[in-house]
T-cell receptor, first 115, second 109 residues
Framework: DSGVTQTPKHLITATGQRVTLRCSPR?????VYWYQQSLDQGLQFLIQ???????AKGNILERFSAQQFPDLHSELNLSSLELGDSALYFC??????????????FGPGTRLTVT | GDSVTQMEGPVTLSEEAFLTINCTYT??????LFWYVQYPGEGLQLLLK?????DKGSNKGFEATYRKETTSFHLEKGSVQVSDSAVYFC????????FGTGTSLTVIP
């Protein structure tokens, strides 16, 4: 158990819909990262938050957005869903020491299926 | 820019065979290097890490040495088991984390 929790574990929805994925980082970790893992594209970094503020953006579509709340949990919102958005979505958290990112702890993931 | 390149899979080995998965990196600074493992249906788990040149990370019989001269961090295990079947990711922590594309390993009895 990494200490990072994600809900829901599975999500099935239709094209055009909107969903919200939730992540709670390990106790004490200020950084939260979101990744998308699909069969054909591997692990794609989407976005990072640090203590409530966006820190880095990766290959995140405009239809996707995220935020980190004061209690440090994060939500990833996916809208106007397409079949190609079907994937595993992972959240990770990490500790920083003297502004250096240490290793990440990953949650178990949310499997999104768009039909 | 910073990146990680790892050996394409899939890799299939017999039990007790020797494993090498190659990983090279490009970095503007002095990153730490990592190997993560993802078992079927699970998230990624940190397998081992090395924080500076010539450091050797090791865990569960796996080893990798941080080679600055060849910018490499190859993963090795002397005798694989069926339970090692998983996807292995090489990663570095520059200004953000960079992951390789993953190498799928299947170990057959």
């Amino acid at each position: 158990d990494s200490g990072v929790t994600q809900t829901p574990k599975h999500l099935i929805t239709a094209t055009g819909q909107r969903v919200t994925l939730r992540c709670s980082p390990r106790s004490g970790d200020l950084s939260v990262y979101w990744y998308q893992q699909s069969l054909d594209q591997g692990l794609q970094f989407l976005i990072q938050y640090y203590n409530g503020e966006e820190r880095a953006k990766g290959n995140i579509l405009e239809r996707f957005s995220a935020q980190q709340f004061p209690d440090l949990h994060s939500e990833l919102n996916l809208s106007s869903l397409e079949l190609g958005d079907s994937a595993l979505y992972f959240c990770a958290s990490s500790v920083e020491y003297d502004k250096i990112l240490l290793w990440q702890y990953f949650g178990p993931g949310t499997r999104l299926t768009v039909t | 820019g910073d990146s990680v390149t790892q050996m394409e899979g899939p890799v299939t080995l017999s039990e007790e065979a020797f494993l090498t998965i190659n990983c090279t990196y490009t970095a503007t600074g002095y990153p730490s290097l990592f190997w993560y493992v993802q078992y079927p249906g699970e998230g990624l788990q940190l397998l081992l890490k090395a924080t500076k040149a010539d450091d050797k990370g090791s865990n569960k019989g796996f080893e990798a040495t941080y080679r600055k001269e060849t910018t490499s961090f190859h993963l090795e295990k002397g005798s694989v088991q069926v339970s090692d079947s998983a996807v292995y990711f090489c990663a570095q922590n520059g200004n953000q984390f960079y992951f390789g594309t993953g190498t799928s390993l299947t170990v057959i009895p």
